[in-house]
C-alpha cells in the first residue's frame, strides 16, 4: 500500500499561485508514474496534470496548459504542481495520484492510477 499526502492547498484570489506538493512517507516515488486529478462539488473527478516515473514525460489537460507545470524533485522525492494564473473555476479538491510506471501514454483517467491522496482543497475567489 502507497500512502500519498498532499499539502499546498488554500485560498487565494483569481490570478494569483499556488503550488501543491504530494509526498509518499517511507516511499520512493522512483518506480511511479504520479498525477493530479481534481473534483469540485457536484462534478466527477477530472484530470489535471502527469508526469512519467523519469519525468521526461509530461502530459495536460486543456484547461490548465499553460498556467500549470508538473514537476518531480526525485532527490526529495516529492511532486509538485505549480498553479498560476489561477480562475475561479479551479477550485476543487485536488488529488494526487500514483501508479507503477507504464509505457503507454498518456495516463489521464482515474482508472489508471492504484494509489491515491486524501486531497488538499484549493479555492480561487473572484
Known amino acids: ?3 500519498l499526502v498532499e499539502s499546498g492547498g488554500g ?5 494569483g499561485s499556488l503550488r501543491l506538493s504530494c509526498v509518499a512517507p517511507g516511499r520512493t516515488f522512483s518506480r ?3 498525477g493530479w486529478f481534481r473534483q469540485a462539488p457536484g462534478k466527477e473527478r477530472e484530470f ?3 508526469i512519467s516515473r523519469s519525468g521526461s514525460i509530461t502530459f495536460y489537460a486543456d484547461s490548465v496548459k499553460g498556467r500549470f507545470t508538473i514537476s518531480r524533485d526525485i532527490v526529495k522525492n516529492t511532486v509538485h504542481l505549480q498553479m498560476n494564473s489561477l480562475k475561479p473555476e479551479d477550485t476543487a479538491v485536488y488529488y494526487c495520484a500514483a501508479d507503477l510506471a507504464q509505457s503507454s501514454w498518456p495516463r489521464n483517467l482515474p482508472n489508471q492510477y492504484k494509489y491515491w491522496g486524501q486531497g488538499t482543497q484549493v479555492t480561487v475567489s473572484s
Not at 485560498?11 to 490570478?15: E, M, N, P, R
Request: hydrophobic share 55%; no cysteine; aromatic share 8%.
Open 1 to 3: 500500500q502507497v500512502q
Open 11 to 15: 485560498l487565494v484570489q483569481a490570478g
Open 32 to 34: 511511479y508514474d504520479m
Open 48 to 50: 489535471v496534470a502527469a
